[in-house]
């Protein structure tokens, strides 16, 4: 039986989009539209009898499902492949243009905008940097990027849009000290419902995910979650953060922490009477690194590129990898004493060659560790990369309403 796909928790479940057919089987005909989709979306362009082998469905039935697919605009045929004997094969693959989804990522430094085709391809892209996220500026920046993609879909693109996804981390109010986010901006924070404001903009339906998790998603259903069904997800920025996936299912928790990595204490901490420990965000983030490069005059957006790795740059960078990776070791083996998990992703908005060098420092600082009684998960860089945030958002809406998995989101 074909894999439904992975399982996705999300605080605002979406509405489905998907034509309604009128009939008392609607429910099962969706079902196995779904189905169809998801066997292409997994293995690319099939022909009808591969894809009815990969769903166990009759080949009548893949047959009646991918022409109403592709009436509905949602299945492209390819050339005929002719084979030795037989009538040649008609290979049938998604439509970029059937389906849309916006995502939003909402940082503590910057905004992104994305416009996903039914591919999962990003078709348009947009960005706003800032020394901090001021809810008065990025409501009427999210309003003029959806203006933009209005027109950019016209008004038969726009009937194909599935929604709309926003990732951004729970508390964006929090941590003033460290950020230096002015009170008053932090107390607009505090009475800010983020996904009603963006609702307001809109008639699509919109999903509210933290923002790791919602990297976590790009990671689940387009990198090496494909693969693996249990991992801890850590996505280093500003901040670092985390997801968790347990056999295959993005776990939310109680209140939606799970995998929140950046809170973890680190120990050892000085014995003073009443100091408590530090958190791993206040070791292992790219704010820490760029405040090393900004006590000794450098540029500090160095932290996104290869010149990390090159001087002036690279002692600084030398001694915040030796201090993160030994930060982030713990927190790994922490997660694997008490989950037994398969690997642990790391990822992060900075090069592949500076996360290459994170994850040789963290797999040297695991060495130090004692495992004696349990086993250590395999350390794996992320396929996504530094998108894996704006992505994951806009995949929550297309997954809702495209895979066939009933329970795809589930409220925390």
């Known amino acids: ?45 099939l022909p009808a009898a591969e894809i009815a082998r990969q769903s166990q469905l009759t080949a009548q039935t893949v047959s009646v499902i991918t022409k109403r697919l592709e009436t509905d605009g949602l299945l492209l045929k390819g050339e005929p492949q002719r084979g030795k004997v037989g009538q040649p094969s008609v290979p049938l693959r998604l439509n970029p243009d059937g389906a849309y989804a916006i995502g939003i990522k909402v940082g503590r430094r910057s905004l992104d905008v994305v416009l996903l085709d039914f591919t999962a391809q990003v078709r348009k892209r947009w960005q706003l940097d800032y020394s901090y996220a001021d809810p008065d500026v990025l409501v009427p920046e999210i309003a003029a990027r959806l203006k933009d993609i209005g027109k950019k879909l ?21 941590w003033q000290s460290l950020l230096g986010l002015p009170e008053p901006v932090a107390r607009k924070w505090q009475q800010l419902d983020l996904a009603q404001a963006v609702g307001r903009l809109t008639d699509l339906p919109v999903t509210l995910l933290k923002d790791t998790a919602a990297a976590c ?6 990198g090496r979650g494909r ?83 090159t001087d002036p740059w690279l002692p600084d960078t030398r001694a915040w990898l030796e201090e993160s990776a030994l930060a982030i ?25 500076l996360l290459a060098a994170l994850l040789d420092s963290t797999q040297l600082a695991l060495q130090r560790f004692n495992w004696e009684g349990v086993t250590a998960p395999a350390l794996l860089a992320g396929d996504v990369g530094p998108d894996a945030r704006a992505l994951g958002a806009a995949l929550l809406p297309l997954h809702a309403n495209f895979a066939p998995d009933r329970d795809l989101f589930l409220k925390i």
């Open 1 to 45: 039986m074909l894999d439904a796909g992975p399982k996705i928790e999300s605080t605002n479940p979406p509405t489905p989009r998907l034509k309604a057919r009128g009939s008392s089987q609607g429910g099962l005909r969706q079902y196995n539209e779904r189905v169809v989709l998801q066997a292409i979306r997994q293995h690319g362009a």
């Open 154 to 174: 016209g008004p038969e693109g726009r009937t194909r849009l599935q929604g709309i996804g926003i990732a951004a981390p729970l508390s964006m109010g929090g």
């Open 217 to 222: 998603v790009a990671e689940l259903v387009a």
């Open 227 to 309: 693969t693996l069904p249990s991992f801890l997800y850590v996505f280093i920025d500003t901040f670092i953060g985390g997801g968790l996936v347990l056999h295959s299912h993005l776990h939310g928790g109680l209140n939606g922490n799970a995998g929140a990595v950046g809170s973890l204490p680190l120990w050892p901490v000085p014995a003073t009477a009443g100091n408590a420990p530090v958190q791993l965000l206040s070791v292992a983030s790219l704010l820490t690194l760029e405040r090393r490069y900004a006590k000794t005059g450098l540029d500090i957006s160095a932290v996104a590129d290869t010149r990390a790795l």
């Open 329 to 353: 070791a713990q927190a790994v083996q922490s997660a694997a004493c008490l989950l037994d998990l398969e690997g642990v992703i790391l990822d992060g908005s900075f090069s592949r060659e």
